[in-house]
T-cell receptor, first 114, second 112 residues
Framework: GAGVSQTPSNKVTEKGKYVELRCDPI?????LYWYRQSLGQGPEFLIY????????DSGLPNDRFFAVRPEGSVSTLKIQRTERGDSAVYLC????????????FGPGTRLTVL | DAKTTQPPSMDCAEGRAANLPCNHS???????VYWYRQIHSQGPQYIIH???NNETNEMASLIITEDRKSSTLILPHATLRDTAVYYC?????????????FGKGMKLTVNP
């Protein structure tokens, strides 16, 4: 079956611009996660949705970052006034909302801020 | 911060068993040990998880010590495609889902 998909696969933008990154989770997965991965580091948690609501947004670095999941399926990560330090691979994962649910990751979106 | 410690890298010969160690001396009673791996330019991939007992699936085996302070992931017959960064993670399921806290992981290189 289809896995987690993310679009675009690559995004190059200029400092100060606004970007949107999209995640399509596996059908039926109610939990959705965003992570960010810098070069040479492990993924870093950003935000977790259970259904339509953000159950844990403690990893968002500042108020320039925002994510939505209006219908409990597709999610969009929005970054305002991008900075060079935002350059990273943004990973999305989804899982069934059960106690030991493994997370299935997408291929990521590589964001480069010039 | 990650609650696990892994060596930064390891080499293994193709066809041999790869034994990947992980220390998690502060693990709590309700925390599971999870292993994920990340092949270059891909998202992380789930391998296996366990609580107390040893576990085996089609990808690997997980051996957890009796005191649960360390574990070993075993790839019984490593192939070149197993070259990846391997992450050992401890996680306490809370009502359905919980974030994963990744460390830097361990780079496994399988050599021909």
């Amino acid at each position: 079956g289809a896995g987690v998909s993310q679009t675009p696969s690559n995004k190059v933008t200029e400092k100060g611009k606004y970007v949107e990154l999209r995640c399509d989770p596996i059908s039926g997965h109610t939990a959705l996660y965003w992570y960010r991965q810098s070069l040479g580091q492990g993924p870093e948690f950003l935000i977790y949705f259970q259904g339509t609501g953000a159950a844990d947004d403690s990893g968002l670095p500042n108020d320039r970052f925002f994510a939505v999941r209006p219908e409990g399926s597709v999610s969009t990560l929005k970054i305002q006034r991008t900075e060079r330090g935002d350059s990273a691979v943004y990973l999305c994962a989804s899982s069934l909302a059960r106690e030991e649910g493994e997370q299935f990751f997408g291929p990521g979106t590589r964001l480069t801020v010039l | 911060d990650a609650k696990t410690t892994q060596p930064p890298s390891m080499d293994c010969a193709e066809g041999r068993a790869a034994n990947l160690p992980c220390n998690h001396s502060t693990i709590s009673g309700n925390e599971y040990v999870y292993w994920y791996r990340q092949i270059h330019s891909q998202g992380p991939q789930y391998i296996i998880h366990g609580l107390k007992n040893n576990e085996t699936n089609e990808m690997a085996s997980l051996i957890i010590t009796e005191d649960r302070k360390s574990s070993t992931l075993i790839l019984p017959h490593a192939t070149l495609r197993d070259t990846a960064v391997y992450y050992c993670i401890v996680r306490a399921p809370q009502g359905g889902s919980e974030k994963l806290v990744f460390g830097k992981g361990m780079k496994l290189t399988v050599n021909p």
